[in-house]
């Protein structure tokens, strides 16, 4: 919660984002160090933009939830950066922005005449950001996008059943997570400035953020080594580990043994499951509260090795347990033990806690094509740098602003790169 004296500054005011950054691994770097205060001005192709505001469209003519909710606290300006005006504006950013932030394909910005040598030569003090796939080698020209992360990172293969296939997670590690990386190099690079002076070139390769979220199922490689991986299930059922770390089905990566169990509606309700952890601490009350205190002193119960061969019964019982109540109440009798267990939320559960709204985890937003839409608001919380979720820009809505404001050009300079088409068609007046 913020404090009642804390100031209206937010940590990155005064810090310009030349954000040309699409699809979803870039903005949402951009979209954090918005929230953080930055002006983050988006560049976007005339006429065009960001392929998202036109992806999985759900308000015909309006701008996608995909963009919308990947593009807050933005500014947008359309610029052809292959036009030679445009070519002029863009140099004109890149004097004006303490950050450049791109995740076009490996070699795209070159192409363009703009290579790290150009932009530092142009501004010495500018960081520039860069996602791509894969870090230098055999793949450093290949075109990726979140699932081929996901799978190269290592996540996939060690995502799922053991006797099914690779699965990608839900979670967006490939591309949300690709971004939050970058974000923290791109903050560190400014640190680092404000004592040298100049900027540097950060880059982050999708493969390697991926592998960096998988680290722990690395570990398990190593140790394999040195026999069976024991606080896997498969261990307790007797079936032989391989060379690679196995798909490890829903088993804690932490050592405890843990499942998702089935509760009361489960029949009906996709999601009425708990994820129930059964660490040694808690071992007595855990017998306790299923109903089976004989556990706690039983021969080849008492202690967690001797448990590994039973885990499927012993979980199994827990489950008829879980299974007379539902995953609300399986959290409220379980906490008070410190029996570790969590709900399966579903998004519909989740867009409806109230309480997420008050932390502004979740945010309503006003939009003027869509009205109001739901977003995830900022995740990171500071006491004394507020976070205020604004809308998405339309595409172009700040063109002539940017130019004027940010870049100083008027008069007939302003008409000049106006009438060149190099900033697209330019709107009349701008939705509020
Ligand atoms: C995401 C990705 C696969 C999309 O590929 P794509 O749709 O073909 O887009 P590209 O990045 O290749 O850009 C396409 C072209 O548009 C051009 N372009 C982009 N913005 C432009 C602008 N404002 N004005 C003029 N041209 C522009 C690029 O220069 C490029 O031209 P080129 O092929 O002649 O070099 C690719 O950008 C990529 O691999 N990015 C790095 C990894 C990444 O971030 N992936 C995850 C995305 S969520």
Redesign the pocket.
């Known amino acids: 919660m913020l404090n009642e004296s804390v100031s209206p500054m937010k940590a990155l005011e005064g810090i310009k984002i030349l954000d040309f950054t ?5 903005p949402t770097c951009t979209q954090i160090l918005g929230w953080f205060g930055a002006d983050v001005l988006k ?3 005339p006429g065009v933009g960001d ?1 998202t505001r036109k992806q999985l469209v759900d308000v015909p003519g309006a701008d996608s939830l995909y963009f919308t909710m990947l593009n807050h606290n933005k500014r947008s300006i359309e ?4 036009n030679e005006i ?1 070519k002029e504006v863009l140099t004109r950013l890149i004097e004006e922005c303490d950050v450049l932030v791109e ?3 490996p ?2 910005l070159d ?2 005449g703009f290579s790290w040598e150009r932009i530092q030569e142009i501004n010495p003090r500018i960081i520039m950001a860069s ?3 894969f870090g230098p080698g055999k793949y450093q020209d290949c ?4 699932n081929v992360a996901r799978c190269a990172g290592g996540s996939a293969s060690t995502t799922g059943l053991l006797d099914g296939p690779p699965l990608v997670t839900g979670a967006q590690i490939g ?1 949300s997570g690709t971004g939050l990386h970058l974000c923290l190099g791109i903050v560190t690079a400014l640190f680092q400035r404000e004592k040298t002076g100049r900027g540097q070139k950060v880059t982050t390769a ?1 493969q390697d953020a991926v592998l960096n979220l998988a680290r722990v199922k690395m570990r398990d490689q190593q140790r394999l080594a040195s026999g069976p991986l024991n606080e896997y299930s498969q261990f307790g059922e007797g079936i032989p580990f391989g060379e690679a770390t196995p798909r490890a089905g829903n088993d804690s990566g932490g050592g405890q043994p843990g499942r998702i169990l089935k509760c009361k509606g489960w029949e009906d309700d996709p999601n009425a499951y708990t994820y129930f952890i059964c660490q040694a601490a808690i071992w007595d009350k855990v017998c306790d509260v299923i109903g089976e205190p004989e556990w706690k002193t039983k021969e080849g119960y008492t202690t967690p090795p001797e448990r590994l061969g039973k885990l499927n019964e012993i979980f199994a019982r827990i489950e008829q347990w879980t299974m007379t109540k539902t995953k609300f109440e399986v959290m409220d009798i379980c906490n008070p033990f410190n029996i570790p267990v969590g709900p399966i939320l579903s998004m519909k559960e989740i867009a409806e806690d109230e309480s997420l709204y008050a932390t502004g985890t979740m945010v309503r937003v006003n939009h003027p094509e869509r009205g109001e839409y739901l977003s995830v608001g900022c995740p990171i919380k500071m006491s004394d740098s507020p976070v205020e979720v604004t809308r998405s820009p339309l595409l172009g809505e700040h063109t002539v602003e940017i130019l004027s404001e940010v870049l100083g050009y008027s008069g007939e300079e302003l008409d000049r790169v106006v009438g060149s088409g190099a900033v697209g068609e330019i709107k009349a007046e701008a939705a509020q």
């Not at 610029?79 to 292959?82: D, V």
């Not at 075109?143 to 979140?146: A, L, N």
């Open positions: 699409h699809v979803q691994s870039g560049v976007e192709r392929a610029l052809n950066s292959k445009g995740n076009f394909a070699g795209a192409r363009m996602i791509k796939g075109k990726v996008y979140e591309d999708m």
